[in-house]
């Protein structure tokens, strides 16, 4: 039988699990999982649609309504990409230059 006992995430130096208990220790791996998910699926999204704004370009067969929709759906797709890009680099130079560790822990522990 599994142990969630013998489990402990090390995060900040305190332990997450005790006595097979989650504690408020462990909010910020969570955290910190939940927005690497979602950094992940904003990135295969873009990737969905960037593919089928060609796949809309190549089938358009020159019509300017379809050729403009084809477009503006690829520019959507790269200006989301690039803004949550953009979040997360301003994010760990903000951790870079300040040193300070609950940048990236969403103020816990601090």
């Not at 142990?3 to 995430?9: F, K, P, S, V």
């Not at 089928?52 to 477009?71: C, M, Q, T, V, W």
């Not at 953009?86 to 969403?106: D, G, H, S, Y």
Request: charged content about 10%; glycine content about 10%.
């Amino acid at each position: 039988m599994f142990q969630w006992d013998q489990i402990l995430i090390d995060f900040g130096g305190k332990a997450c699990v005790e006595n097979g208990v989650a504690t408020l220790n462990c909010i910020p791996a969570v955290f910190l999982n939940i927005i690497n998910a979602l950094l992940i699926f904003v990135g295969i999204t873009s990737l969905v649609f960037i593919i089928f704004s060609g796949y809309k370009y190549i089938h358009s067969g020159g019509d300017p309504k379809n050729l403009e929709s084809a477009r503006n759906t690829l520019i959507y797709a790269l200006v989301g990409l690039i803004v949550v890009l953009f979040a997360f680099f301003i994010r760990n130079l903000i951790f870079e230059v300040t040193q300070v560790p609950c940048v990236k822990t969403f103020g816990f522990g601090c």
